[in-house]
């Protein structure tokens, strides 16, 4: 089966539908978003209704919790805050609600866990090997069929692996293929924020056949969701951000 995960849109319209454009040429049969829907960015309610259009199986993640307010915004730095408190005001209730429904992780049948910070908790993020070994002992302890986990929360590319109990970070070609062994933690990057100093969309397509993933990279018209940024009267860091790919 050909999955494709994607991960924190954050309401960007133009990064979410460039992406759902690449994907139409990419013969997948699902598609996980593991969270982070909302926030930053200056369209919420085109980006939430896009994901249920087109199906998307999704999780909440701690922008979306903030969003509907399940989650305090006291933990989030300045700009964070200025934009989730737009956000919850232009949010539509509908919207909200089918938030408020989604799981804060799952499992995707016997392929793989779908998070989005760490498989112990919603909001921690794995940004190093340390961490990495983290996740990897509650895969074992809690997931012991499960030897792929897909997480977000970073929005950067990553991929960790551990076998013999060293946890190895591997350096990425855009495709890569999963041993049959040994356990993998894998970010696909952000659709809506890039962090990884390479502007633009990034998801990865999931093949359970050939136990390959393939990072994808989508440009789109940065400039559009610039100046909405700037209509809108969110913080203009927000926008600058974008050409900067961090």
Same mark, same amino acid.
């Given at each position: 089966m050909r999955y494709a995960v994607i991960s924190d849109i954050h309401a960007n319209l133009e990064a979410l539908k460039a992406t759902i454009t690449d994907l139409e040429n990419q013969q997948v049969e699902q598609i996980i978003c593991l969270g982070d829907i909302v926030g930053y960015y200056p369209n919420p309610n085109e980006c939430t209704e896009l994901c249920r259009l087109h199906g998307f199986t999704c999780l909440r993640g701690n922008h979306d919790d903030a969003a509907v307010g399940i989650y305090g915004i006291e933990d989030f730095n300045p700009v964070a805050q200025a934009a989730l408190l737009w956000t919850a005001r232009n949010l539509k209730q509908t919207h909200k609600e089918w938030l408020l429904q989604l799981p804060d992780q799952f499992l995707v049948e016997d392929n793989f866990l779908a998070v989005h910070g760490s498989p112990w908790h919603p909001y921690a993020y794995i940004f190093s090997s340390g961490v990495a070994s983290r996740a990897f002992s509650t895969l074992k302890s809690h997931y012991?069929? %499960?030897?792929?986990?897909?997480?977000?929360?970073?929005?950067? !590319?990553?991929?960790? +692996?551990?076998? =013999?109990?060293?946890?190895? &970070?591997?350096?990425?070609?855009?495709?890569?293929?999963?041993?049959?062994?040994?356990?993998?933690?894998?970010?696909?990057?952000?659709?809506?924020?890039?962090?990884?100093?390479?502007?633009?969309?990034?998801?990865? %397509?999931?093949?359970?056949?050939?136990?390959?993933?393939?990072? !994808?990279?989508?440009? +789109?018209?940065? =400039?559009?969701?610039?100046? &909405?940024?700037?209509?809108?009267?969110l913080p203009l860091m927000l926008a600058e951000r974008l050409s900067l790919g961090y």
């Open positions: 012991p069929r %499960i030897n792929v986990c897909f997480f977000g929360h970073t929005h950067q !590319r990553a991929l960790y +692996y551990t076998g =013999d109990g060293s946890i190895q &970070k591997i350096e990425k070609d855009n495709k890569y293929r999963l041993g049959e062994t040994g356990l993998y933690l894998i970010n696909p990057g952000s659709v809506g924020q890039a962090r990884d100093g390479k502007p633009g969309a990034s998801y990865i %397509i999931f093949d359970t056949k050939s136990i390959e993933i393939e990072f !994808r990279h989508v440009p +789109y018209n940065l =400039d559009i969701t610039q100046r &909405k940024v700037i209509a809108a009267g």
